[in-house]
């Protein structure tokens, strides 16, 4: 699990603290706070998650890297054609598939 920030206590009994995530996920993100006392114990607030809308023009590749498949979702916000090019760790390449991407189209193979 990823630290989104740190935040050194200030002392006292009530205290404000914040952090920004600069590079939300699109979707669902879950977020909680891990409190570390003085004397080394952990603490853990319960889970919160927010909804962040997804970009209009983006791509996702789900399984990565791949044993024997992989999902690629493109999300446009208009039809267009592409070429997607699948290439090994040495740069070869290994398939090539023409398509045309409608809004939140999700191909696998």
């Known amino acids: 699990m990823d630290s989104l920030a740190a935040v050194t206590a200030t002392g006292g009994i009530v205290t404000s603290y914040s952090a920004c ?17 003085d004397n080394g114990a952990t603490q853990y607030s319960e889970v919160r998650s ?5 970009p209009e023009n983006s791509f996702h590749l789900h399984l990565n890297p791949a044993d024997k498949y992989t999902t ?3 999300n446009s916000s ?8 699948l290439f090994d760790n040495n740069g070869r390449l ?6 045309t991407s409608s809004q939140g189209k999700t191909l696998s193979g």
């Open 94 to 99: 290994l398939s090539r598939k023409m398509l």
């Open 72 to 74: 690629l979702k493109i």
């Open 21 to 37: 995530d600069a590079s939300p996920l699109g979707g669902i993100s879950y977020y909680r706070i891990k409190l570390v006392f």
């Open 50 to 54: 927010i909804s962040f809308a997804e």
């Open 78 to 85: 208009a039809p267009a054609n592409a070429t997607i090019d």
